[in-house]
């Protein structure tokens, strides 16, 4: 059984930074590409970054580029994201996900994990 764990969500204020983090159990972690994405109530899932197996290529979102950067440690399963600047207009859910063969800002990985809150408020 496959369990993804979100961590690092957090209150801030306008401009400040947080370091989310997503550890993978239960499958072969390099062999999976990841992503992170994000929902807000009432609005879609969307698609904020994501960094393919071997860490060799990674997208961003355009409304994160330049704020954001997606990282994974292999050796330790755990993917990362760090933001900084951070807006209030990237309050939302944050959601981890894997997948061996799909990949990309379209959410049509396999596995997810249940998120963590990110609020960005004065």
């Known amino acids: 059984q496959v369990q993804i764990t979100e961590s690092g969500g957090n209150l801030v204020q306008p401009g400040e930074s947080l370091r989310l983090s997503c550890t993978i159990s239960?499958?072969?972690?390099?062999?999976?590409?990841l992503g992170w994405f994000r929902q807000a109530p009432g609005k879609e899932r969307e698609g904020v970054s994501c960094?393919?197996?071997?860490?060799?290529?990674?997208y961003y979102a355009d409304s994160v580029q330049g704020r954001f950067t997606i990282s994974r440690d292999n050796a330790k399963n755990t993917l990362y994201l760090q933001m900084n600047s951070l807006k209030p207009e990237d309050t939302a859910m944050y959601h981890c996900?894997?997948?061996?063969?799909?990949?990309?800002?379209?959410?049509?990985?396999?596995?997810w994990g249940q998120g963590t809150q990110v609020t960005v408020s004065s």
């Open positions: 960094i393919s197996w071997s860490a060799g290529v990674t």
């Open positions: 996900a894997a997948d061996r063969v799909n990949w990309g800002l379209l959410p049509r990985y396999k596995y």
């Open positions: 239960e499958l072969t972690f390099d062999n999976y590409s």
